[in-house]
């Protein structure tokens, strides 16, 4: 059964072309050219993934990110005409999975939304296996981590993130490896998404995000989970 996509985008040509290419890809792609249609439809479907403008005519894309971010972890992948990386920031902090500036190739979107849909690979326990450490449980099959029981508030990608962490606990993995893991692709030598995605992890697993315990930077080599079972 092919993947659902809803693409909120108010350029109608820009639309169709990216709805025909992805359809091409296998995908069931819906479209809507409002920020009040599109939250509609998702009120009233199943996606597996959002592709949303940041200008819309009846709103701001980082508001119905803000907006889907407060009811679910759907993945949502941001597109903008404008190039000040501080959207993009903006953006990864509210809880979009990726960021693609205009103009862009429809094969790059495609590529990116396969990453975002892809799971996080690993190590040779089974797909199943839940990591327990502490009071934090990393329960892959469900792809949700859990605070003293509680679902935490992560993005699918932030998941991956610390699902990649987590399986490789006591091991730093630098922000190469850390993007291979999980989208498959090279990091840019200017990307600092990792960073936003890391600190906004901290923000809900830690108990001090400002003084980290389970997430540890190694300066000059990357991020480290650190295998504690009393926090």
Same mark, same amino acid.
């Given at each position: 059964?092919? +993947?659902?996509?809803?693409?909120?985008?108010?350029?109608t040509?820009?639309?169709?072309?990216? !709805?025909?290419y992805?359809?091409?890809?296998?995908?069931?792609v819906?479209?809507?050219e409002?920020?009040?249609?599109g939250?509609a439809?998702?009120?009233?479907?199943?996606?597996?993934?959002v @592709?949303?403008?940041?200008? *819309?005519?009846d709103?701001?894309?980082?508001d119905?990110?803000? +907006?889907? $971010?407060?009811?679910?972890? /759907?993945?949502? &992948?941001?597109?903008?005409?404008?190039?000040?990386?501080?959207?993009? @920031?903006?953006?990864l902090?509210?809880g %979009?999975?990726?960021?693609l500036?205009?103009p862009?190739?429809?094969?790059? =979107?495609?590529?990116?939304? #396969? %990453?975002v849909l #892809? #799971?996080p690979?690993g190590?040779?326990?089974p797909?199943?296996?839940?990591?327990r450490f502490?009071? *934090?449980?990393?329960?892959r099959?469900?792809? +949700?981590?859990?605070l003293?029981? =509680?679902?935490?508030?992560?993005?699918?990608?932030?998941f991956? /993130?610390?699902?990649a962490?987590?399986?490789?606990?006591g091991? &730093?993995l630098?922000?190469?490896q850390l993007?291979?893991? !999980?989208?498959?692709?090279?990091l840019?030598?200017?990307?600092?998404?990792i960073? !936003?995605?890391?600190a906004? @992890? $901290?923000?809900?697993?830690e &108990?001090?995000?400002?003084?980290?315990r389970r997430? @540890?930077? &190694? $300066?000059?080599?990357?991020?480290?989970f650190? $295998?504690? +079972?009393? %926090?």
């Amino acid at each position: 059964m092919p +993947q659902t996509l809803l693409m909120i985008e108010d350029d109608t040509r820009l639309a169709g072309m990216v !709805v025909d290419y992805l359809t091409h890809a296998g995908f069931d792609v819906a479209h809507a050219e409002t920020a009040a249609d599109g939250l509609a439809w998702l009120a009233a479907h199943h996606a597996d993934l959002v @592709i949303l403008d940041l200008m *819309l005519p009846d709103g701001n894309g980082l508001d119905v990110c803000r +907006q889907i $971010r407060g009811t679910s972890d /759907l993945p949502v &992948v941001m597109l903008t005409a404008r190039g000040d990386p501080t959207d993009r @920031i903006v953006g990864l902090e509210l809880g %979009a999975d990726d960021y693609l500036p205009k103009p862009f190739e429809a094969r790059e =979107l495609l590529a990116r939304i #396969r %990453a975002v849909l #892809r #799971r996080p690979g690993g190590d040779h326990r089974p797909p199943g296996a839940t990591l327990r450490f502490g009071r *934090l449980e990393i329960d892959r099959d469900a792809r +949700q981590a859990r605070l003293d029981g =509680l679902a935490c508030a992560l993005t699918s990608h932030q998941f991956a /993130l610390l699902a990649a962490l987590g399986e490789r606990a006591g091991r &730093v993995l630098s922000r190469e490896q850390l993007m291979d893991l !999980v989208t498959g692709e090279p990091l840019d030598a200017f990307d600092r998404s990792i960073d !936003v995605h890391i600190a906004r @992890i $901290r923000a809900v697993i830690e &108990v001090d995000p400002k003084h980290p315990r389970r997430i @540890i930077t &190694v $300066r000059g080599a990357g991020y480290v989970f650190a $295998r504690l +079972q009393d %926090a």
